[in-house]
């Protein structure tokens, strides 16, 4: 029995020392995605609490397929994506409208941010923009599958992920170029 | 999985990225992990909210039946036997025994039976206050006389011989349809032949509510449509639907005082009337019996306007197509005998339904329907038979009946929305229930009507 497994069982016996030692391990980790799926750290925090309560109501179906870290990121991403979806202030801004056009660019930049700079970067995005980059660049869902979980088209998924896509490489430029500019300042 | 030089950089950053959450989160977490599930309370709220739907559709049906007086509390009465083995009818519980003179049985007054052959039914006077009791071998229905002065003339029978059925109706029934007198109360004894228990008591018997019959509640049929899912806008939904209906052996009196028979057509609520032969429906003696089986089947497309997840509006066009057959047994009084009819009744009914039903989702394992049902009755073709049979002959009389109709009939239409799904079908199970109002399919010109309908929708929502 390997130790996950020993700590589900343990979790499932209802071993509050267990649960405890679960969430420990993954905390840090859905935190971030967590964060990067919305505009405040308060936000970021009900959706984590949200999200571990279902790992906890749902561990019973974990079948140790595959790795309890990916089981318990998809559950946070699914209670992110309700948590916008029932939060007002996100609903607005949930609009896939065309107001964010941009030209395509075919430059990728290189990224000379660290982790926290680039989900900051991430958190600027319109929510709708936000939560596709996020499910398709980070999280690695095709466009298929965002259409389905968000209930839009997935030529809908795929366009406006491409414009998110533009204007984040456009502020990580910018971000760099800033960031260059004052090093030159500085020297 | 993104394979871009832009993705790979982000999902290579991303990968180590953690943040450290508040250090209440778990506190708050290991609570509501140990609380009972939200879930449970919502499954709560179904079950109170269809027992609240019960409820209210139960005491609106009880008030409609009771407003009329309130001496029905007086007809709850029980049948008894006395020392002398023979059935007793007991007294209204608005009056004590101490109030009643010689209500009891043997202090028969007018029973003059004698000589009547068995199997024959003769009527028995009574005089005020008082009771009647048959002999044996004489009678086979006794009717006690009202009197105004002292309504409470209860009426027995002692076991009519063999072969000979004893009925007794109570002063009650027959008084004048204009008496209102709450003390009156009727109730029936059923005496079989040859067996001394009373067997027999009809319920409902009520004060000022002279007719044996109540409307009849009739099940409508399922429907089912199909809606395309997470659409918003316009659709069409195709819908259709067929069922049976089944109702027998009515034996309460009527609200309306000045119909005959009555009972509902399926699943319009409509109502078939039938006055006696002697003209007089009010005098339809209680315990008569209908039954009625019917077949409908409906088909037609709803227009739906869904406005969001939770609001949609739903109307259209649907034709509805119903046969049924009816069998009456009842009986009148004619002179000192009565007669026995029996009727044999078959109705086909062409109609138009068109729904304006508004729909809102209130949870995601609770939504309800309201609305209206505007049924148009296009046409109604009957074809009937009647038996009469007295003490001296049997006569069949045979009619048709051809009706171009245009009656409009609202009806009140609730349901509350449950989503099931089997595999990769998803539907939304419907029961409704439905209160029609208005005229009604009018055959000898009875009032307007009123009905409880009830059914079943299944809407194909997901595949």
Redesign the interface.
Do not use: W
């Given at each position: 029995m390997t130790d996950n497994s020993r700590l589900i069982a343990a979790c499932l016996a209802g071993d509050?020392a267990a649960?405890?030692q679960l969430?420990?391990t993954f905390?840090?980790?859905m935190?971030?995605i967590c964060?990067?799926y919305t505009k405040s750290?308060t936000d970021?925090?009900d959706v984590?609490?949200e999200g571990?309560?279902n790992v906890?109501?749902c561990l019973h179906q974990y079948k140790g397929g595959g790795e309890l870290g990916a089981w318990i990121r998809r559950i946070m991403v699914n209670a992110a994506l309700n948590y916008l979806k029932q939060t007002k202030r996100y609903q607005g801004d949930m609009v896939l409208t065309d107001d964010y056009m941009h030209p395509v660019s075919g430059d990728?930049?290189?990224?000379n941010?660290?982790?926290?700079e680039?989900?900051d970067l991430i958190r600027q995005l319109p929510s709708g923009y936000q939560t596709i980059f996020n499910l398709?660049?980070?999280e690695?869902y095709s466009h298929v599958e965002i259409a389905g979980m968000m209930?839009i088209s997935e030529s809908t998924s795929r366009s406006q992920y491409m414009r998110a896509?533009t204007l984040l490489?456009t502020w990580i430029t910018k971000y760099d170029a800033d960031a260059t500019k004052k090093m030159n300042y500085a020297g | 999985m993104p394979d871009n030089q832009l993705e790979k950089q982000i999902q290579d950053l991303m990968s180590g990225f953690e943040l450290q959450p508040g250090a209440g989160a778990w506190t708050n977490i290991q609570q509501a992990i140990t609380q009972p599930r939200r879930k449970r309370r919502v499954f709560a709220w179904w079950w109170l909210s269809g027992l609240l739907l019960l409820g209210t559709g139960w005491a609106w049906f009880y008030y409609e039946q009771h407003k009329a007086g309130p001496a029905a509390a007086a007809t709850q009465t029980t049948a008894t036997q006395n020392n002398t083995g023979l059935p007793q009818v007991p007294e209204p519980a608005s009056k004590s025994a101490a109030d009643e003179p010689n209500a009891n049985i043997g202090t028969t007054q007018d029973a003059t039976t004698a000589g009547v052959p068995a199997n024959k039914e003769v009527l028995a006077e009574t005089a005020p206050g008082n009771g009647v009791q048959a002999t044996a071998g004489d009678a086979a229905v006794m009717r006690g006389q009202h009197n105004n002065n002292n309504p409470h003339a209860a009426v027995v029978a002692n076991a009519a011989g063999i072969g000979n059925n004893v009925v007794l109706t109570p002063a009650a029934a027959y008084i004048d349809s204009t008496v209102q007198d709450p003390a009156m109360y009727g109730s029936v004894l059923r005496n079989m032949a040859g067996l001394l228990h009373p067997e027999t008591l009809l319920p409902g018997l009520e004060a000022n509510q002279l007719n044996p019959f109540q409307p009849l509640q009739v099940p409508g049929e399922p429907h089912i449509q199909v809606k395309q899912p997470h659409k918003h806008g316009w659709q069409l939904m195709p819908t259709a639907g067929a069922g049976v209906s089944a109702v027998a052996l009515v034996t309460r009196t009527a609200n309306n005082q000045n119909s005959g028979l009555s009972f509902s057509v399926p699943p319009y609520s409509d109502y078939l009337n039938l006055t006696p032969s002697n003209g007089n429906s009010s005098a339809v003696i209680p315990g008569a019996t209908a039954n009625t089986s019917g077949f409908s089947w409906q088909a037609g497309v709803l227009l739906d306007r869904t406005f969001s997840d939770k609001w949609s509006v739903e109307s259209g066009l649907l034709y509805q197509y119903s046969s049924f057959n009816a069998v009456f047994n009842y009986r009148v009084p004619s002179g000192q005998l009565y007669q026995s009819l029996q009727q044999h009744s078959k109705y086909h009914i062409h109609a138009i339904d068109v729904p304006l039903l508004l729909h809102w989702k209130a949870l995601s394992v609770l939504g309800f329907s309201g609305g209206l049902m505007n049924g148009f009755v296009i046409t109604a073709n009957g074809r009937s038979t009647s038996t009469v049979a007295t003490t001296t002959a049997f006569t069949t009389k045979t009619a048709s009946i051809k009706s171009l109709m245009h009656t409009y009939q609202p009806a009140f239409y609730f349901s509350p929305d449950v989503p099931l799904r089997t595999g990769h079908l998803q539907w939304r199970i419907a029961p409704y229930l439905q209160y029609g109002i208005g005229s009604a399919f009018k055959i000898t010109g009875n009032q307007g009507q009123r009905l409880w309908q009830t059914g079943v929708n299944v809407v194909l929502t997901g595949w």
């Open positions: 509050v649960q405890e969430y420990k905390a840090g980790q935190m971030a964060y990067r750290v970021a925090q984590l609490q571990f309560i906890f109501r990728d930049p290189v990224i941010l660290s982790a926290k680039l989900a398709h660049a980070v690695g209930g896509r490489a | -």
